[in-house]
């Protein structure tokens, strides 16, 4: 059973322009939450993170929004360049466990 | 800092081969490690993890098995290997707790002839 998910596959976006990336859970014992950037043949290097005492999440040009009553957060990147063009995992752990679990990913092309 | 080691970076394999993928950290103590495998155009699959020496969580079932003999020292192997073993296998670790991210290695292509 899946309980992260990202169900969108793909996403490709004009540089300059905003990206979202968006990311469902349903597990409500999960409380922190981190976004993975991955290019091909390497392993995913950590991106962002944010717990559930907290709704918003900035670093730069990433912002992470958690919507804990949806079940729903969201990584944006403004504005988006083409260096950004790579594969995002999400993924959500519980305070109580010592996994993580990830999305599928979503690959994101910015064209320039 | 802490810096993990993942080898081989590929490997090429005849099915029913053994197999031995290694992983070590550095400049940590007691981490919780992580196998996962990324099979093509899927999302991140955990196979094993460990909170310490010799402790070691399946996720799912396969005909692969982990093993940590030392704190920083994580092995995957298999005694044969089945076309489906084919995939990118990461290695990671990380300090539950203190919610800090897990950090992956680098992955090995596993690539079952």
């Known amino acids: 059973d899946q309980q992260v998910k990202q169900n969108s596959p793909s996403l490709s976006v004009q540089e300059g322009r905003i990206s979202i990336l968006n990311c469902d859970y349903t597990?409500?014992?999960?409380?922190?939450f981190l976004w993975y950037k991955k290019y091909p043949a390497e392993g995913p290097t950590f991106l962002i993170s944010?717990?559930?005492?907290?709704d918003k999440n900035e670093d730069g040009r990433f912002t992470v929004f958690l919507n804990k009553s949806a079940k729903h957060l969201s990584l944006h990147i403004v504005p988006s360049q083409p260096g950004d063009s790579a594969v995002y995992f999400c993924?959500?752990?519980?305070?109580?466990?010592?996994?993580?679990?990830f999305g599928t990913g979503t690959s994101l092309t910015v064209i320039p | 800092s802490q810096t993990i080691h993942q080898w081989p970076a590929t490997l090429v394999q005849p099915v029913g081969s053994p197999l031995s993928l290694e992983c070590t950290v550095e400049g940590t103590s007691n981490p919780n490690l992580y196998w996962y495998r990324q099979a093509a155009g899927r999302g991140l699959q955990l196979l094993f993890y460990s909170v310490g020496i010799g402790q070691i969580s399946s996720e799912v079932p396969q005909n692969l098995s982990a093993s940590r003999p030392q704190d920083r020292q994580f092995i995957l192997s298999s005694k044969k290997l089945l076309l489906s073993d084919s995939g990118f296998y990461l290695c990671?670790?990380?300090?539950?707790?203190?919610?800090?991210?897990?950090?992956f290695g680098d992955g090995t292509r596993l690539s079952i002839l």
């Open positions: 993924a959500a752990s519980a305070t109580t466990g010592n996994q993580f679990y």
């Open positions: 597990n409500s014992m999960f409380d922190y």
């Open positions: 990671a670790w990380g300090l539950f707790g203190a919610r800090q991210p897990q950090h």
């Open positions: 944010i717990s559930s005492i907290k």
